[in-house]
């Protein structure tokens, strides 16, 4: 079983901003795609963005277009999710996962493995 560990979230007032990080073995890490998805309560757990294996390609929901944005760094087998411009209803459990492939999917089913999830809390 390949273990995804996240880190970064917490409590942050309404404009605040966020990194989450997610750290992955290498030999799972190499050539895939990775993908952030997020659950809040009584909600289906949704893409928020994407990023191919070479980082040359990203994605972002229009839900948080131009406030969330993801990178990696291939040297540290890690990827990251920067949150800007917070909103009350980012809150949500967010989820890193790597992908079957190496370029990015909306789809949670293209997605193999995931982490274990981190709380994000945006206070209004």
């Known amino acids: 079983q390949v273990q995804l560990v996240e880190s970064g979230g917490g409590l942050v007032q309404a404009g605040g901003s966020l990194r989450l990080s997610c750290a992955a073995p290498?030999?799972?890490?190499?050539?895939?795609?990775m993908g952030w998805f997020r659950q809040a309560p009584w909600k289906e757990r949704e893409f928020v963005a994407g990023i191919s294996w070479r980082g040359d390609s990203t994605s972002t929901a229009d839900s948080v277009k131009g406030r969330l944005t993801s990178s990696r760094d291939n040297t540290k087998n890690t990827v990251y999710l920067q949150m800007n411009s917070l909103k009350p209803e980012d809150t949500a459990v967010y989820y890193c996962?790597?992908?079957?492939?190496?370029?990015?999917?909306?789809?949670?089913?293209?997605?193999?493995?995931w982490g274990q999830g981190t709380q994000v809390t945006v206070s209004s």
């Open positions: 290498g030999r799972t890490f190499s050539g895939y795609g």
């Open positions: 996962a790597r992908g079957f492939y190496s370029f990015i999917s909306w789809s949670s089913f293209d997605y193999e493995h």
